[in-house]
């Protein structure tokens, strides 16, 4: 196995096991590596501090699979592909739904392979050049895993420029998709288009959330923004609110969130008033009209990188700042970032900072994080991206 070598000093996130080696902390490689292949990382010192992914073309020179000196298990991929998907199965807190995610990255020691099932279909998406060199390996061990009937590639374009591998996107095994697949989470129901939806389709990390909107939304004017599919929109009809407003860019969104809030109304009440508006959700949260007691603020990450983080925080606290303004007295506000590079304590600060120039008194009854099937390893805080707040205004 080729050596990676880094400079002195750089070995202590790698003791602690974080799993990334940058490229900033690598002083030499004995050898030359091809993209994608299995590499061990050396001290400065000589001392062997774990194995892992080369990708030549990415800041993320090293993805680590296995920690210390041991080698990796002849069979190591198959055991994590099953282990990720077992802990779904086995999990108390993931009844009720046959749309969730079976394998995320760095949380399930699975780094650059995401795979989530919506009913019969998994969806994957294979993020660094060493789990896309696996791709035909990777494909029958979760079609055995599983017994899904068809198995379809996502392209990330993102990932696949910063890894330095061509883009993919088709069918690994089964039949194509034939148009939207029906899904179930909880009492809610939803149609997923996984060729061409956001994501692989559907926010399945959302799922938490769009329970407590349920909870929270009888007899309440609802504000939607952002609304995309209208998720959100659903689970306030399947709740019982008394009036919906979705706000979105896409027509095509739009419409399917008008067939997303019709098919789960609420049983035994009055279907909501639905209102679809085709708008910037930034521009229209600075113009609407007051009086909503549940708004959504849910925008797409703002922040994807570091240098990015000052200007998503004040665009995060302008669209908060015009929304509690607009929240009629007692509203809740359920408030995301999905961005690590604002994390709970900076998107605390912005809903302060928010809360201060909108004169308002503001208590925060809850904070949200993404559900279960999309665990995160301790050692890799990264992995943690969704923040959220419950505030009452």
């Given at each position: 196995m080729i050596d990676v070598i880094l400079h002195g000093g750089r070995e202590r996130s790698l003791e602690r096991r974080h799993p990334w080696v940058m490229s900033g902390a690598i002083a030499s490689v004995r050898g030359e590596p091809a993209a994608g292949e299995l590499v061990r990382v050396v001290s400065a010192g000589g001392v062997v501090l774990g194995s892992g992914d080369w990708s030549p073309a990415s800041m993320i020179r090293v993805r680590l699979l296995a920690a210390g000196k041991e080698p990796l298990e002849a069979d190591w991929l198959q055991r994590r592909v099953e282990a990720a998907i077992a802990r779904r199965a086995a999990s108390a807190l993931l009844r009720g739904t046959d749309a969730l995610r079976l394998v995320n990255s760095e949380g399930d020691e699975l780094p650059g392979l995401v795979v989530d099932r919506y009913a019969d279909t998994l969806v994957v998406?294979?993020?660094?050049?060493?789990?896309?060199?696996?791709?035909?390996?990777?494909?029958?061990?979760?079609e055995g895993a599983t017994g899904a009937a068809c198995g379809y590639e996502r392209a990330d374009a993102t990932a696949a420029r910063r890894e330095g591998f061509p883009p993919r996107q088709g069918?690994?095994?089964g039949s194509p998709p034939a148009g939207r697949i029906p899904i179930a989470e909880g009492e809610r129901r939803y149609e997923v288009d996984v060729v061409n939806g956001q994501k692989t389709g559907f926010f399945l990390d959302q799922r938490d959330a769009r329970e407590l909107v349920q909870r929270l939304a009888r007899g309440r004017r609802v504000l939607d923004l952002f609304s995309y599919t209208g998720g959100f929109s659903a689970a306030?009809?399947?709740?019982?609110?008394?009036?919906?407003?979705?706000v979105d860019s896409s027509p095509a969104a739009l419409e399917l969130a008008a067939l997303h809030v019709a098919a789960n109304a609420a049983a035994g009440a009055p279907p909501a008033r639905f209102e679809a508006l085709r708008a910037d959700a930034f521009e229209y949260a600075r113009n609407a009209a007051a009086g909503f007691d549940l708004a959504i603020v849910d925008p797409p990450p703002l922040a994807r990188s570091k240098a990015d983080q000052q200007r998503a925080s004040r665009a995060y606290k302008d669209v908060l700042l015009a929304v509690l303004r607009r929240a009629a007295p007692g509203a809740l506000v359920l408030a995301f970032s999905c961005s690590h590079h604002v994390g709970a304590e900076l998107f605390r600060k912005i809903a302060f900072a928010a809360a201060l120039d909108a004169a308002r008194s503001v208590r925060v009854l809850g904070q949200l994080t993404a559900p279960a099937d999309h665990p995160v390893s301790l050692y890799h805080p990264e992995g943690e991206y969704l923040t959220g707040l419950l505030l009452e205004a």
């Open positions: 998406k294979f993020s660094s050049v060493g789990m896309q060199r696996r791709r035909e390996e990777i494909a029958p061990l979760l069918l690994l095994w306030a009809a399947r709740g019982g609110a008394a009036s919906i407003t979705a």
